[in-house]
C-alpha cells in the first residue's frame, strides 16, 4: 500500500523559508517512472504544480517559482524535502505530496492528505 | 510550460444527467492526459489515464476521450458521489500540469 504524507509548519512570516517534508512508503524512489511531486492549492483555487523530482534524480520546477523552490529527497528515510524561500501571503495555501509511476504512458497516482500553509505575519 | 484549459469552470447538473468536461492543451501532448476527481478537503484522486484508460476500481460511468489537444471527461450518468471538482492533467512533458479545474455541482 502506498502512503504519502506531508509535514511542516501550518504558520509562516513573511519572507521566511519554508520546509515541508514528505513521507512515504510502499514504493522506492529509485524505481523506474517514478517521481514524488509536490502540487499546492490556494483557498478556493485550482491546483498549481509546483515541481517534480523523478527516480532518476531530475528535478523539474515551475519556471515561475523556480528560483524560489528546491526539491531534495532522502532515500534512506524515504522522504522528500520541499523548500520554498521568500515567502508571501500569496504562497497561502495547501501543499500536498504525490507520487506517480508512469510506463509507457500507463500512469498511476497517489496524494498525501496535504498540510496547509499560512504566510502572515 | 504546456498550457491547460478547461471548461466550463462551473456546471449545474442533476443526478441522472450525462456530463461532459472539456480539456485544452496549448500543444500537442498525444494522448498523455489524466483526469484527477477532488471532493471537498480532499486530496485529488486518479480517475482516468492516458486520455481514456480508466483506473482500476473508478465506476464505468466515467470514460475520457480526445487527443492531441483536445480531450473530453463524460460522466453518463450523474451520481451523488460525483459532485466535485475535476482537473485534466497532462503528463507529455516533465513539467506536469492542470487545467483550471471544473466545479460539478448540484442544480
Known amino acids: 500500500q502506498i502512503t504519502l504524507k506531508e509535514s511542516g509548519p501550518t504558520l509562516v512570516k513573511p519572507t521566511q523559508t519554508l520546509t515541508l517534508t514528505c513521507t512515504f512508503s510502499?514504493?522506492?524512489?529509485?524505481?523506474?517512472?517514478?517521481?514524488v511531486g509536490w502540487i499546492r492549492q490556494p483557498p478556493g483555487k485550482a491546483l498549481e504544480s509546483l515541481g517534480f523530482?523523478?527516480?532518476?534524480?531530475?528535478?523539474r520546477y515551475s519556471r515561475s517559482l523556480e528560483s524560489r523552490l528546491t526539491i531534495t529527497k532522502d532515500t534512506s528515510k524515504t522522504q522528500v524535502v520541499l523548500t520554498m524561500t521568500n515567502m508571501d501571503p500569496l504562497d497561502t495555501a495547501t501543499y500536498f505530496c504525490?507520487?506517480?509511476?508512469?510506463?509507457?504512458?500507463?500512469?498511476?497516482?497517489?496524494w498525501g492528505q496535504g498540510t496547509q500553509v499560512i504566510v502572515s505575519s | 510550460d504546456i498550457q491547460m484549459t478547461q471548461s466550463p469552470s462551473t456546471l449545474s447538473a442533476s443526478v441522472g444527467d450525462r456530463v461532459t468536461i472539456t480539456c485544452r492543451a496549448s500543444?500537442?501532448?498525444?494522448?498523455?492526459l489524466a483526469w484527477y476527481q477532488q471532493a471537498p478537503g480532499k486530496a485529488p484522486k486518479l480517475l482516468i489515464y492516458?486520455?481514456?484508460t480508466l483506473k482500476s476500481g473508478v465506476p464505468s460511468r466515467f470514460s475520457g476521450s480526445g487527443s492531441g489537444t483536445e480531450f473530453t471527461l463524460t460522466i453518463s450518468s450523474l451520481q451523488p458521489d460525483d459532485f466535485a471538482t475535476y482537473y485534466c492533467?497532462?503528463?507529455?512533458?516533465?513539467?506536469?500540469?492542470f487545467g483550471q479545474g471544473t466545479k460539478v455541482e448540484v442544480k
Open positions: 523530482l523523478y527516480w532518476n534524480d531530475d528535478v
Open positions: 492533467q497532462q503528463y507529455n512533458s516533465y513539467f506536469r500540469t
Open positions: 500543444e500537442s501532448i498525444s494522448t498523455w
Open positions: 510502499g514504493f522506492s524512489l529509485t524505481s523506474r517512472g517514478v517521481s
Open positions: 492516458k486520455a481514456s
Open positions: 504525490a507520487y506517480t509511476e508512469e510506463w509507457f504512458g500507463d500512469l498511476d497516482s497517489t
